[in-house]
């Protein structure tokens, strides 16, 4: 059973930051990709920021400059830098991984549970 487990989230004013952590359970065999979406109330879930085997980073438009997605080595682990935060950036967080759970498994995303970032003006 793969777990993705999230934490970091929490209340912070404008301008100051936040570090988001994703744990993926270690009874699998490969990560493939690991991102953070996020979905604030009435709007669509979006893609915050990603990063892949090969480390290569991809990030929305609106967190350039401000967030840095980043990983452990052996990945187990992703974590979401978040700096001069704005009110706008308040929604749920959550961490998506796309994993091979055993070496004949089929890659299959998997989602957590979520954490809650709110940022006051």
């Known amino acids: 059973q793969v777990q993705l487990v999230e934490s970091g989230g929490g209340l912070v004013q404008a301008g100051g930051s936040l570090r988001l952590t994703c744990a993926a359970s270690?009874?699998?065999?490969?990560?493939?990709?690991m991102g953070w979406y996020r979905q604030a109330p009435g709007k669509q879930r979006e893609l915050v920021a990603a990063?892949?085997?090969?480390?290569?980073?991809n990030y929305a438009d609106f967190v350039k400059g401000r967030f840095t997605i980043s990983r452990d080595n052996p990945w187990t682990t992703v974590y979401l830098q978040m700096n001069s935060l704005k009110p706008e950036d308040t929604a749920v967080y959550y961490c998506?991984?796309?994993?091979?759970?055993?070496?004949?498994?089929?890659?299959?995303?998997?989602w957590g549970q979520g954490t809650q970032v709110t940022v006051s003006s």
């Open positions: 270690t009874n699998i065999f490969s990560i493939n990709a």
């Open positions: 998506n991984a796309f994993i091979l759970a055993t070496p004949i498994s089929r890659g299959t995303y998997y």
């Open positions: 990063i892949t085997r090969s480390a290569g980073t």
